[in-house]
Structures are given as structure tokens and as C-alpha cells.
């Protein structure tokens, strides 16, 4: 179903863009027709046949499955600004004859745009700092730092080379601990012996700690687990361990699967932080759901981490994004717990990020109220 909504919308994407872009006089005047809509037919079916492809697969088969998702993203971006020029021009039925011309500025604008969202996706991830004041935590933890990093979304787009860069950006924060919020993988484990060596450079006195996202249950979730298990990686699938002395880290399992089947998705953190203990406490949920972070508030939870979002991805998602998970991005105070909702160093789908850069983020602890 989900392949078939990409095709409908996708081809609709696609044969405006062409048939709008075709108006513009330069193109008119030096591409023949016949050439022109011969063109954007074998574009559109190499879009088809990388759409059933997919993109998850670690061998030839990415090649078309990526382009057919970053084409998507491409083909979105260009109707938007193509839209404003037809709306503008109401299709060209008013200033006739400047709507080619405006149609031209469009059609370019769409092409930066698209350009610089490849680029931020491309790029290596921003560090975002936060101070968090923790009410219980015990004063020779003041100045802790701790590096959370969500949706890696290693696979065919990220893989084992792509994870040695992000060890290097959190190595060079010097954490105390380093937290993996779900999502580790696109969907299948990465399947690449280089990664157990690549996680093992993680440098951390008080460990790596790990929990599932969505996209682990995609694909051969014990084998994912397996695989971060062999690079010193250490899962908490709803439960806690002892940081520190007076500091508590709880992590629960993807709630993905029982929240789109309408089931009680709370049990997780009923099982690892049941009532307010009063020891500073840290969760990792991976995906921000109000519940759960009212839950975990009302628990005495001291600092949330989640990920999932991706803050939208590509502009205007983020909208859409927000409608579904109010808090979706950066720092929220819910009651007397802080949130932190990380945009994802990695991404899904389009190789793309417009306005929304990936990040890893660095967390100093504060003691005091």
C-alpha cells in the first residue's frame, strides 16, 4: 500500500513538474517535444522501478531505490515553488506573458532548494548543547556530560564508514556516557563485521546504552541487537541500571508497534520506573508519544530522550510532524521533567534535510531544583 501511495503521488509530482518546466521558453525553444516527454517517461519509470526496489537493500539494488526516494524529495520541493509561480499567474490564464519567465525563476529556485537539502543531509551532524538542572542528582555529578544520538538509520545510505565519523564527533565531546535512542538501523541489521570494531571506539567510562526504535523491528530485530551487542553496546528493553551512584538510567522498548495497534503502550514504563523513587532518573523512549511523557513526568522522571521525529525532515513535514507529536523537537519542560527531542544524526527516506540539520546532542547535568 505504502509503495502504491508513493507511486500515484510521485507520478502526479512528476508529470507536472515536467509538463510546468516544458512552458518555460529556453526549454521550449531547444528541447523538442517528442525528446522532452520521451525523457520524463524513462525518468518515470526508473522512478517505478526503484520505488518496488526499495532502498534498504545493501548491494546494487540501493542505486535505484535511493534515487527514487530523493527524486520524490526533488520532485516535491520543485512543485512548491512551481505552485507559487502557477498560483501567482493563475496558470498562466493572467500575465501571460510573464508566466514563462516566472515559471523559469521558479523552476531554478526549486533546483537550489533541492540542491541545499541534499546538502544538509550530506553534511556531518551539528552539535546541539543543553544544560539540564537535575532536582535529585547528587552534587559530585554536577558538570556530567552525556551525548544522546538517535536515528543513525545505518543501512544502505550510512554504514559502517559513515558510524566512524559520528564515533569521532561524540569521542571529541568526552562523555561520561554515550545514549543511543532507537533507530540504530534503517530496517535490517547492517550485516558489516567492521561495525562491532567501529562501536568499540566509543569512549565512555560509564558505558553505551542503547534502545529499540521502530525501524529495529522492521527488519531482524535479535540480530540488530546482536550485532550492537558485539561492539560493547549495552541494551535496556524495559529496564534500568545504575549510571552512577544517585543516578538511574531507564530505557524502555519501541512502543511503535502496540501505539499503531490502539493497545496500552504503557507497561514498558510501569515495569522500569513504576512510581517518583526521588533518585535522579533518566529515560530513553525513542518515541515522544504525550502519554508517555506525561507518564514518565508524573513518575518523577528527571530527563527524557527521545528521537523519532527527524524535527520534520524536510520542510513543511515539520507541520505535519508537530500535529501528531506537539513536543517534536529541542527542549520542553513537562511539569518538572526535561525533554529533549533529538532531530536524528541520520534520516529516512530522501537523502534529503531542508531547514532541519541532523545532530548529535550534548547534555551537561546540573544538580539542583
Known amino acids: 500500500m505504502f509503495s502504491i501511495i508513493l507511486n500515484v503521488i510521485g507520478s502526479l509530482f512528476h508529470f507536472y513538474v515536467a509538463h510546468r518546466i516544458y512552458r518555460v521558453g529556453p526549454v521550449r525553444n531547444r528541447v523538442p517535444a517528442r525528446a522532452w516527454w520521451l525523457g520524463a517517461i524513462v525518468v518515470w519509470a526508473i522512478y517505478l522501478w526503484g520505488v518496488r526496489l526499495g532502498d534498504e537493500a545493501i548491494d546494487w539494488r540501493w542505486w535505484p531505490g535511493q534515487f527514487a526516494m530523493t527524486w520524490l524529495g526533488v520532485l516535491f520541493l520543485m512543485t512548491l515553488c512551481l505552485l507559487v509561480a502557477d498560483l501567482l499567474t493563475g496558470f498562466g490564464l493572467w500575465w501571460r506573458a510573464r508566466a514563462p519567465r516566472l515559471l523559469g525563476i521558479a523552476a531554478v529556485a526549486g533546483v537550489m532548494v533541492s540542491g541545499f537539502a541534499i546538502f544538509q543531509a550530506v553534511r556531518a551532524p551539528a552539535i546541539s548543547e543543553y544544560e539540564v538542572s537535575v532536582k535529585n542528582l547528587p552534587k ?20 559502517s564508514a559513515w558510524m566512524a565519523q559520528r564515533v569521532a564527533q561524540i569521542n571529541a565531546l568526552q562523555p561520561a556516557a554515550v545514549l543511543m535512542v532507537g533507530d540504530q538501523v534503517e530496517d535490517n541489521p ?12 566509543l569512549k565512555a567510562p560509564r558505558g553505551v546504552w542503547v534502545v529499540t526504535g521502530n525501524h ?66 533518566i529515560l530513553l523512549c525513542h518515541i515522544p508519544a504525550a ?20 524535527g520534520g525532515q524536510i520542510w513543511p513535514f515539520n507541520y505535519l510532524v508537530q500535529r501528531q507529536f506537539p513536543r517534536y523537537m529541542g527542549e520542553y519542560k513537562v511539569g518538572e521533567m526535561a525533554l529533549v527531542v533529538s532531530r536524528g544524526a541520520g534520516g529516512w527516506g530522501p537523502r534529503m534535510r531542508l531547514w532541519q540539520p541532523g545532530e548529535i546532542v550534548k547534555l551537561t547535568l546540573r544538580s539542583g531544583s
Open 190 to 201: 547492517l550485516g558489516e563485521p567492521e561495525l562491532a570494531g567501529v562501536l568499540r571506539q
Open 216 to 281: 529495529e523491528f522492521y527488519g531482524d530485530v535479535d540480530t540488530t541487537i546482536t550485532e550492537f551487542s558485539a561492539g560493547g553496546v549495552r541494551w535496556l528493553r524495559n529496564e534500568q541500571v545504575e549510571l552512577a551512584p544517585g543516578l538511574v538510567l531507564a530505557g524502555v522498548d519501541d512502543i511503535g508497534r502496540t501505539m499503531r495497534g490502539g493497545g496500552e503502550f504503557l507497561g514498558g514504563l510501569d515495569k522500569v520506573v513504576p512510581r517518583d523513587s526521588g533518585v535522579a532518573t
Open 140 to 159: 559530585e555529578l554536577d558538570g556530567m556530560v552525556l551525548v544522546a544520538v538517535s536515528d543513525l538509520h545505518l543501512g544502505a545510505q550510512r554504514r
Open 291 to 310: 502519554r508517555i511523557v506525561e507518564g514518565a513526568a508524573a513518575r518523577g522522571v528527571d530527563l527524557m530522550l527521545s528521537g523519532h521525529t527527524h
